[in-house]
Protein backbone atom coordinates (compact mmCIF):
# COMPACT_ATOMS: atom_id res chain seq x y z
CA UNK A 1 0.00 0.00 0.00
CA UNK A 2 0.68 3.62 -0.68
CA UNK A 3 0.74 6.55 1.44
CA UNK A 4 1.91 9.73 1.26
CA UNK A 5 2.13 12.40 4.63
CA UNK A 6 2.79 16.24 4.51
CA UNK A 7 4.02 17.75 7.64
CA UNK A 8 3.07 20.62 8.49
CA UNK A 9 -0.74 21.89 7.01
CA UNK A 10 0.13 25.61 7.02
CA UNK A 11 3.83 26.96 6.60
CA UNK A 12 4.91 30.89 6.32
CA UNK A 13 7.60 32.43 4.92
CA UNK A 14 8.80 35.74 4.37
CA UNK A 15 8.86 37.17 1.06
CA UNK A 16 12.04 36.04 -0.36
CA UNK A 17 13.02 33.56 2.09
CA UNK A 18 13.47 29.81 0.88
CA UNK A 19 10.44 27.76 0.61
CA UNK A 20 10.28 24.14 1.75
CA UNK A 21 6.96 21.70 1.97
CA UNK A 22 8.03 18.14 3.54
CA UNK A 23 7.00 15.28 1.94
CA UNK A 24 7.29 11.84 3.01
CA UNK A 25 6.17 8.64 1.41
CA UNK A 26 5.42 4.84 1.57
CA UNK A 27 5.61 2.41 -1.13
CA UNK A 28 6.14 -0.74 -1.39
CA UNK A 29 6.85 -0.77 -5.59
CA UNK A 30 9.26 2.74 -6.94
CA UNK A 31 7.30 5.11 -6.80
CA UNK A 32 5.72 7.94 -9.03
CA UNK A 33 5.88 11.21 -7.20
CA UNK A 34 4.45 14.32 -7.89
CA UNK A 35 3.87 18.30 -6.53
CA UNK A 36 0.64 20.13 -7.59
CA UNK A 37 -0.45 23.74 -6.76
CA UNK A 38 -3.72 24.92 -6.62
CA UNK A 39 -4.87 28.83 -6.50
CA UNK A 40 -8.06 29.41 -4.88
CA UNK A 41 -10.72 28.25 -6.75
CA UNK A 42 -8.97 26.63 -9.03
CA UNK A 43 -7.72 23.61 -10.44
CA UNK A 44 -4.59 21.78 -9.46
CA UNK A 45 -1.37 22.11 -11.49
CA UNK A 46 1.43 19.89 -11.89
CA UNK A 47 4.50 21.82 -10.74
CA UNK A 48 7.05 19.11 -10.97
CA UNK A 49 7.23 14.85 -11.70
CA UNK A 50 9.95 12.52 -10.26
CA UNK A 51 9.50 9.49 -12.36
CA UNK A 52 12.65 7.46 -12.85
CA UNK A 53 16.68 9.01 -13.86
CA UNK A 54 17.70 12.28 -12.13
CA UNK A 55 17.01 12.63 -8.46
CA UNK A 56 17.22 16.83 -8.72
CA UNK A 57 13.76 16.97 -10.40
CA UNK A 58 12.68 20.53 -11.69
CA UNK A 59 9.68 22.25 -12.39
CA UNK A 60 7.74 25.10 -13.09
CA UNK A 61 7.95 28.87 -11.30
CA UNK A 62 11.34 28.30 -9.71
CA UNK A 63 10.11 25.34 -7.34
CA UNK A 64 12.51 21.95 -7.97
CA UNK A 65 12.20 19.08 -5.42
CA UNK A 66 14.39 16.06 -4.76
CA UNK A 67 13.92 12.38 -4.40
CA UNK A 68 15.27 10.76 -1.34
CA UNK A 69 14.89 7.26 -1.38
CA UNK A 70 17.13 5.90 1.62
CA UNK A 71 14.71 8.99 3.15
CA UNK A 72 11.28 8.09 1.56
CA UNK A 73 11.37 11.69 0.95
CA UNK A 74 10.50 14.55 -1.77
CA UNK A 75 10.27 17.48 -0.40
CA UNK A 76 9.37 21.00 -2.07
CA UNK A 77 12.41 23.80 -2.21
CA UNK A 78 12.32 27.44 -3.91
CA UNK A 79 15.25 29.57 -2.83
CA UNK A 80 13.13 32.58 -2.57
CA UNK A 81 9.34 32.93 -2.02
CA UNK A 82 7.42 35.19 -4.17
CA UNK A 83 3.74 36.55 -2.88
CA UNK A 84 2.29 34.86 -5.79
CA UNK A 85 3.48 31.54 -4.53
CA UNK A 86 0.51 31.70 -1.62
CA UNK A 87 -1.63 28.38 -2.35
CA UNK A 88 -2.12 25.19 -1.36
CA UNK A 89 0.19 22.80 -2.44
CA UNK A 90 -0.18 18.94 -3.04
CA UNK A 91 2.07 16.08 -2.61
CA UNK A 92 0.81 12.98 -4.33
CA UNK A 93 2.29 9.23 -5.44
CA UNK A 94 1.35 6.79 -7.53
CA UNK A 95 2.49 3.04 -8.76
CA UNK A 96 2.03 4.11 -11.91
CA UNK A 97 -1.59 3.20 -12.04
CA UNK A 98 -5.04 5.91 -12.84
CA UNK A 99 -4.75 6.26 -9.20
CA UNK A 100 -2.93 8.88 -7.24
CA UNK A 101 -2.39 8.82 -3.19
CA UNK A 102 -2.35 12.74 -2.45
CA UNK A 103 -1.10 14.02 1.11
CA UNK A 104 -3.61 16.76 2.88
CA UNK A 105 -1.73 19.48 1.41
CA UNK A 106 0.13 22.31 2.86
CA UNK A 107 -1.43 25.74 2.97
CA UNK A 108 1.74 28.18 2.02
CA UNK A 109 1.03 31.91 3.45
CA UNK A 110 4.00 34.05 2.13
CA UNK A 111 4.48 37.34 4.25
CA UNK A 112 5.15 40.78 3.07
CA UNK B 1 -1.65 22.86 -25.16
CA UNK B 2 -2.36 21.38 -22.00
CA UNK B 3 -5.67 22.11 -21.04
CA UNK B 4 -9.15 20.58 -19.92
CA UNK B 5 -11.86 23.22 -19.86
CA UNK B 6 -15.11 22.27 -17.38
CA UNK B 7 -18.57 24.01 -17.90
CA UNK B 8 -19.95 25.42 -15.72
CA UNK B 9 -18.00 27.41 -13.58
CA UNK B 10 -20.37 27.76 -11.39
CA UNK B 11 -23.43 25.77 -10.79
CA UNK B 12 -26.61 25.78 -8.15
CA UNK B 13 -29.04 23.67 -8.31
CA UNK B 14 -31.77 21.78 -6.17
CA UNK B 15 -32.19 18.57 -4.59
CA UNK B 16 -34.79 18.07 -7.26
CA UNK B 17 -32.99 19.31 -10.31
CA UNK B 18 -30.70 16.87 -13.03
CA UNK B 19 -27.79 18.69 -14.30
CA UNK B 20 -24.62 18.07 -16.14
CA UNK B 21 -20.81 18.88 -15.65
CA UNK B 22 -19.01 18.68 -18.76
CA UNK B 23 -15.38 18.18 -18.97
CA UNK B 24 -13.34 18.59 -22.69
CA UNK B 25 -9.45 18.09 -23.18
CA UNK B 26 -7.54 17.87 -26.74
CA UNK B 27 -4.08 16.52 -25.67
CA UNK B 28 -5.06 13.17 -26.78
CA UNK B 29 -5.16 11.37 -23.26
CA UNK B 30 -7.26 8.27 -23.44
CA UNK B 31 -7.59 8.60 -19.45
CA UNK B 32 -9.84 10.91 -17.90
CA UNK B 33 -11.04 11.08 -14.66
CA UNK B 34 -13.95 13.11 -12.08
CA UNK B 35 -12.59 13.85 -8.58
CA UNK B 36 -14.38 15.78 -5.54
CA UNK B 37 -12.73 18.28 -3.72
CA UNK B 38 -14.22 19.03 -0.15
CA UNK B 39 -12.78 22.47 1.28
CA UNK B 40 -9.12 22.08 2.43
CA UNK B 41 -9.54 18.50 1.75
CA UNK B 42 -7.06 16.73 -1.45
CA UNK B 43 -9.18 15.41 -4.73
CA UNK B 44 -11.16 12.48 -3.81
CA UNK B 45 -10.88 10.22 -6.74
CA UNK B 46 -14.78 9.29 -8.27
CA UNK B 47 -14.44 7.77 -11.25
CA UNK B 48 -11.62 6.89 -14.01
CA UNK B 49 -12.69 6.49 -18.05
CA UNK B 50 -9.80 4.76 -20.06
CA UNK B 51 -10.03 4.43 -23.78
CA UNK B 52 -13.87 5.49 -22.97
CA UNK B 53 -14.53 2.48 -21.04
CA UNK B 54 -15.32 2.78 -16.96
CA UNK B 55 -12.24 2.24 -15.35
CA UNK B 56 -12.83 2.48 -12.16
CA UNK B 57 -16.05 3.85 -9.91
CA UNK B 58 -14.80 4.75 -6.28
CA UNK B 59 -18.26 3.33 -4.85
CA UNK B 60 -19.83 6.23 -5.68
CA UNK B 61 -23.67 6.97 -5.24
CA UNK B 62 -25.71 6.46 -7.96
CA UNK B 63 -26.94 10.11 -7.90
CA UNK B 64 -23.82 10.85 -10.24
CA UNK B 65 -23.42 9.40 -13.20
CA UNK B 66 -20.36 9.62 -15.52
CA UNK B 67 -20.69 9.54 -19.64
CA UNK B 68 -17.44 9.65 -21.96
CA UNK B 69 -18.97 10.02 -24.81
CA UNK B 70 -15.82 10.44 -27.29
CA UNK B 71 -12.03 10.20 -26.31
CA UNK B 72 -12.29 14.09 -25.56
CA UNK B 73 -15.04 14.65 -23.53
CA UNK B 74 -16.46 13.52 -19.78
CA UNK B 75 -19.96 14.49 -18.46
CA UNK B 76 -20.61 13.88 -15.10
CA UNK B 77 -25.03 13.77 -15.02
CA UNK B 78 -25.92 14.65 -11.54
CA UNK B 79 -29.63 14.20 -10.06
CA UNK B 80 -31.64 14.13 -6.66
CA UNK B 81 -27.95 15.49 -4.90
CA UNK B 82 -27.54 16.12 -1.69
CA UNK B 83 -26.35 19.66 0.11
CA UNK B 84 -23.27 17.42 1.47
CA UNK B 85 -22.55 16.94 -2.21
CA UNK B 86 -21.70 20.78 -2.65
CA UNK B 87 -18.25 20.43 -3.56
CA UNK B 88 -15.48 21.48 -6.21
CA UNK B 89 -15.40 18.79 -9.06
CA UNK B 90 -12.58 18.27 -10.83
CA UNK B 91 -12.06 16.42 -14.20
CA UNK B 92 -8.46 15.16 -15.41
CA UNK B 93 -6.70 13.72 -18.14
CA UNK B 94 -3.92 12.29 -18.06
CA UNK B 95 -1.40 10.77 -21.43
CA UNK B 96 0.00 6.89 -20.88
CA UNK B 97 3.59 5.94 -20.37
CA UNK B 98 5.97 3.01 -20.23
CA UNK B 99 9.24 2.55 -18.46
CA UNK B 100 11.95 -0.16 -18.70
CA UNK B 101 10.29 -1.76 -15.55
CA UNK B 102 7.09 -2.27 -17.43
CA UNK B 103 4.93 -0.01 -15.44
CA UNK B 104 2.57 3.10 -16.65
CA UNK B 105 2.96 6.62 -15.42
CA UNK B 106 0.52 8.71 -15.07
CA UNK B 107 0.81 12.56 -14.57
CA UNK B 108 -2.41 14.16 -14.24
CA UNK B 109 -3.63 17.07 -15.84
CA UNK B 110 -6.77 19.03 -14.09
CA UNK B 111 -9.43 21.36 -15.43
CA UNK B 112 -10.46 24.51 -13.16
CA UNK B 113 -13.44 22.89 -11.68
CA UNK B 114 -17.16 23.28 -11.04
CA UNK B 115 -17.69 25.08 -7.86
CA UNK B 116 -21.58 22.89 -7.29
CA UNK B 117 -23.93 24.44 -4.53
CA UNK B 118 -26.85 21.97 -4.02
CA UNK B 119 -29.68 23.80 -1.92
Known amino acids: AQSVTQLGSHVSVSEGALVLLRCNYSSSVPPYLFWYVQYPNQGLQLLLKYTTGATLVKGINGFEAEFKKSETSFHLTKPSAHMSDAAEYFC??????????FGTGTRLKVLA | DTEVTQTPKHLVMGMTNKKSLKCEQH?????MYWYKQKAKKPPELMFV???????INESVPSRFSPECPNSSLLNLHLHALQPEDSALYLC??????????????????FGPGTRLTVT
Open chain 2, 27 to 31: MGHRA
Open chain 2, 49 to 55: YSYEKLS
Open chain 1, 92 to 101: AVTPGTYKYI
Open chain 2, 92 to 109: ASSPRGTTSGGYMIYEQY
